[in-house]
């Protein structure tokens, strides 16, 4: 009880701290991305894609296409024989996946990665990714039941001299016609194994790329059982979903989760002074965390699968996973309330526990930085040993974990006690430019910093009284690390006598201009950018 009444009490006395209103934003805006220099803003609505000046708040390029709702932006500096312009990744409600630059502060069109061919083998693009300065992409598309992914390398040199091109006076005349841009190349595309029926004595065999190893391969040994287990797991999702009536079918499409990721000599050194050598990935139902390397010799089989250099098998199904900002540590929540930390170095677990107390499955995982401000939570655990996580689960329970080699882990449930369903937290993301702190928010539109190493909540974000954060179920919002600021859209309410129709804007909140939030930012003003994380 007394427990409970301080943390009511901690909750009350958190300050709030109000955004200020930045910039009126289109309609139906449903996404908003950063650039790592923090200069830009991208955002994508329904109708293309605009680009704010973060200096001055003025819209400086704008892309447009009628029926076309932008669902997802990504974006980032490309710096060319010191020349920069920005590489923008979106894809839209139907799936399709287009590469745009921001040049001369006009947007142009790149190339589309998924051009229909035939309209019925027309693939969707359910999510792209591109590595931070531009260099290569991942792109998970599917085609009638099946799904890929597929890794992109990215002609910037040949795109920066179509550009320039673009802006000479001698094209002037062109400008109406669509000057395409140098074409990708795919430098992999790799498929979940599976399992057919054949004439096998055991009635089955296993397709693709596995037929590639030897019996004697421990990795075939796993990714063998790994295709039956996932089987296992689509046949249940099929019948889970009859049972609630909705149409599935018999193909289930398989999601999956991917993360570049840097060579180990890289460790110790900062993660921006290497490009990444490899891809880690798992597929939905699956128990393997894989990794393929992104350079290797040509397989003499001509249309060979991609078969995974490293498996990292797991007791449970992976529900979730996230990297350390070195790429050296891989954090994946499994089923059965367990989470294991591998060491990519070393090539074996860290930690492998299961967290107490747990009702629901895991939603997210995170690592969070942090320094030794505290003891009595790390005692005699080093920086670099250690490592701190936090776990977000269906429930809304958050548990923070800290655990290291030859550490015991520790694991502490930082909120026990929701007052109501609405305030379960829907986003949970570490703030790399501060140090032990999460960003939150709930269901309700309720936003603010948790303090994870002593638990307590730090102060409380809201906008104007005359909005509200009604997309909290999917926030719409942007962390800027080198300009250690948040962004996030707010929708104007709606009174009895308003209008009906209702107005975005963007907001804004400079951690670095409040004494509150000052003693978490870290000594360092370049901070690395987290390498791609799940969901």
């Known amino acids: 009880m007394e427990e409970l009444c301080k943390e009511r009490t901690s909750t009350v006395n958190s300050p709030t701290l109000e955004l200020s209103a930045m910039a009126q934003l289109p309609e139906n805006t449903h996404c908003v991305v950063c650039s790592e220099d923090g200069c830009y803003l991208c955002v994508g609505h329904s109708h293309g894609l605009m680009v704010f000046s973060t200096s001055s708040s003025d819209a400086v390029a704008e892309w447009k296409q009628d029926r076309l709702d932008i669902c997802s932006v990504q974006m980032t500096a490309v710096a060319v024989a010191e020349r ?101 190349s795919s430098l992999m595309k790799i498929q979940p194994l599976k399992m057919n029926e054949g004439p096998s004595t055991e009635g089955k065999h296993l397709d693709g790329p596995l037929d590639q190893l030897q019996p004697c391969d421990l990795s075939a040994h796993w990714l063998a059982l790994d295709v039956i287990r996932s089987s296992s797991y689509q046949q249940e999702t099929l ?70 250099d490293v498996v990292w098998p797991n007791q449970y199904p992976i529900l979730c996973s996230a990297v350390s900002t070195c790429t050296r540590y891989v954090a994946l929540g499994l089923g059965e309330a367990s989470v294991c930390v591998w060491d990519r170095k070393l090539g074996a677990p860290v930690s492998i526990l299961v967290v107490p107390d747990v009702s629901s499955a895991f939603f997210g995982i995170q690592f969070v930085d942090h320094c030794q401000k505290t003891a009595d939570f790390f005692q005699s655990m080093s920086a670099q040993d250690s490592v701190l996580l936090t776990v977000l689960c269906k429930s809304g329970a958050i548990h923070t974990i800290s655990t290291g080699r030859g550490i015991k882990p520790r694991t502490v449930q930082l ?121």
């Open 84 to 184: 920069t312009y920005y590489l923008l990744g979106a894809v839209d409600d139907m799936g399709v996946a287009r590469l745009f630059a921001l040049y001369s502060e006009a947007i142009h069109l790149l190339c589309v990665l998924n051009i229909m061919e035939e309209i019925n083998k027309r693939s969707i693009c359910l999510s792209l990714d591109i590595l931070e300065g531009g260099q290569c992409g991942a792109a998970l598309f599917s085609c009638q039941g099946t799904s890929w992914l597929e890794i992109f390398h990215f002609p910037l040199e040949s795109w920066q001299k179509d550009l320039e091109m673009r802006q000479s006076p001698k094209q002037e005349s062109l400008e109406n016609m669509k000057v395409k841009g140098s074409p990708v």
């Open 239 to 308: 019948s889970h979903s009859s049972a609630q009536g909705t149409k599935e079918t018999s193909k289930s499409t398989r999601c999956c989760t991917q993360h570049f990721l840097l060579s180990c000599s890289h460790f110790t050194v900062d993660c921006k002074s290497g490009l990444p050598v490899a891809i880690g990935l798992w597929w939905s139902g699956s128990h393997n965390f894989l990794q393929y390397l992104l350079q290797k010799a040509p397989n003499k089989k001509q249309n060979a699968e991609p078969m995974p």
């Open 415 to 535: 909120d026990k006690r929701l007052k109501h369903s609405r305030d379960i937290p829907v986003t949970m993301t570490s703030v790399p430019f501060l140090e032990g702190l999460i960003f939150v928010v709930q269901m309700t539109g309720k936003m603010f910093l948790q303090d994870v190493i002593n638990r307590k909540m730090v102060c409380v974000m809201t906008p104007p009284p005359t909005h509200a954060i009604t997309t909290s179920c999917n926030p719409v919002y942007a962390l800027s690390n080198k300009q250690q600021t948040l962004f996030i859209r707010g929708d104007q309410r709606i009174t009895g006598s308003g209008s009906s129709e209702s107005r975005s804007h963007l907001f804004v909140l400079r951690f670095g201009e409040n004494d509150i939030i000052k003693q978490y930012i870290g000594s360092s003003t370049d901070f690395p950018t987290e390498c791609l994380s799940s969901q």
